[in-house]
Nanobody, 125 residues
Framework: QVQLVESGGGLVQAGGSLRLSCAAS????????MGWFRQAPGKEREVVAR????????YYADSVKGRFTVSRDNAKNTVYLQMNSLKPEDTAVYYC??????????????????WGQGTHVTVSS
């Protein structure tokens, strides 16, 4: 069973950047596909980005495409979310999640059994 701990959230002005990290422990990290999700106040959780076990395949939600980049360092058991050109509508709690299987499958939150505690991102206008 894998444990996940996110970090890197904070307050940033619109147009700024943040990099979120998610450190994993307790499993063979490269065998897990990873996802970043977010939930804004009063809204449903939504997928932001996903990455395969090797890092060779990625997926982005349309709302972040071209602004966010997901990557992973399997030697460090860590997945990252680089967020550039941030907008106020990016304000949310961001979660990383893991599912067994290295392929880029699992489009929904319910496909991921392992979750971090979340990190807050606030973008001011």
């Amino acid at each position: 069973q894998v444990q996940l701990v996110e970090s890197g959230g904070g307050l940033v002005q619109a147009g700024g950047s943040l990099r979120l990290s998610c450190a994993a422990s307790g499993g063979a990290f490269s065998n897990y596909a990873m996802g970043w999700f977010r939930q804004a106040p009063g809204k449903e959780r939504e997928v932001v980005a996903r990455i395969s076990g090797s890092g060779s395949s990625t997926y982005y939600a349309d709302s972040v495409k071209g602004r966010f980049t997901v990557s992973r360092d399997n030697a460090k058991n860590t997945v990252y979310l680089q967020m550039n050109s941030l907008k106020p509508e990016d304000t949310a709690v961001y979660y990383c999640a893991a599912r067994w299987g290295a392929a880029l499958t699992g489009r929904l939150g319910r496909d991921y059994p392992y979750w971090g505690q979340g990190t807050h991102v606030t973008v001011s206008s």
